[in-house]
């Protein structure tokens, strides 16, 4: 079953939108369903695009592939992404020095559970730009 939802969500303040596709994609199969998987750009040379096993998905019950999603589609220097985070201040960077790392790292993968480490980083720095 593939679900695909695209979200709009508008900043008043400041006019700034944000357009999200949140890709889930469930199955429905038990045969080594306790192992994660971690999402590798399956047949992808040099991580240039977002694609997946089907066969390994269906078989995990734990999988970071809709973190690639949102890094390798919407976040990363990527040619298949919208590279939402291009040119980021230099100011910001020095806030947060471990920034780039993070973005690499969730795009490209950083083992297991690397991948949702490095994107709920990226999501605690942003935050925290916003709110100040």
């Not at 690639?68 to 976040?75: A, D, M, P, Q, T």
């Not at 993968?109 to 605690?124: C, L, P, Q, S």
């Amino acid at each position: 079953v593939l679900v695909n939802q695209t979200m709009l969500a508008m900043d008043k303040p400041s006019g700034k939108s944000l357009l999200a596709i949140v890709i889930i994609l469930l199955c429905l199969s038990f045969l080594g369903w306790d192992e994660p998987y971690t999402s590798d750009n399956y047949g992808c040379p040099n991580n240039e695009c977002f694609s997946y096993s089907s066969t390994n998905l269906c078989n995990h019950a734990l999988t970071d592939h809709n973190y690639h999603g949102v890094c390798g589609s919407l976040l990363s220097p990527s040619t298949y992404s919208m590279n939402l985070l291009h040119s980021i201040p230099r100011e910001v960077v020095n806030r947060h020095t471990l920034l780039p790392m993070l973005l690499e790292r969730c795009w490209r993968g950083g083992g297991e559970g690397g991948r949702k480490m490095a994107a709920e980083m990226i999501k605690d720095i942003l935050t925290q730009e916003i709110d100040k």
